[in-house]
């Protein structure tokens, strides 16, 4: 079986060109995580990676990021046996569509997972959301790490982001 790193680079994710993140910063390639997320393969192998990870012992909840992480949390769900939440940003939503779709009670273990990250703010502010309706944030998993400080800045705040694949580690962009 082809590993993690492979199986993105083959997927077409990691595109080059101009490209502005969610943080702002502008950069010369982009991982598109649809790329891997919506080929049932590949999600499959993501998600028993992640699975491996979690012990029904130790997690109530798997939780991650709208829009982007629904694929994944959805295939680590199913899984592992873990129910499933989704966390919205902003704080406007009409109808029932609440900022935690799933149940994240008082007490909860919640591993929020998120498919790829540049500084971890979504991480992080998915993880203060959790924090906020009761769940206990145990792990952070992320599919890729572009390996430009989220692991330092969710350290900061006293979590340890995990990863599955690392720009720099499992595949050369400067290779693209």
Known sequence: ?????????????????????????????????YAFETDPEILHVIASEIADKISTDEIDVIAGPALGAIPLVTAVSLKTGIPAAYIRKGEKHTGTQARVEGEIGKGKRVAVVEDVTTTGQTILETTELVQEVGGVVERLIVVVDRNEDAVDNVAERGYEL???????EDFDISDQ
């Open 1 to 33: 079986m082809e590993n993690i790193s492979t199986f993105i680079e083959e997927s077409g994710a990691i595109k080059r060109g101009s490209f502005k993140l969610t943080n702002g910063f502008l950069t010369d390639y982009y991982i598109d995580k």
């Open 162 to 168: 995990e990863y599955l694949v690392r720009v720099g």
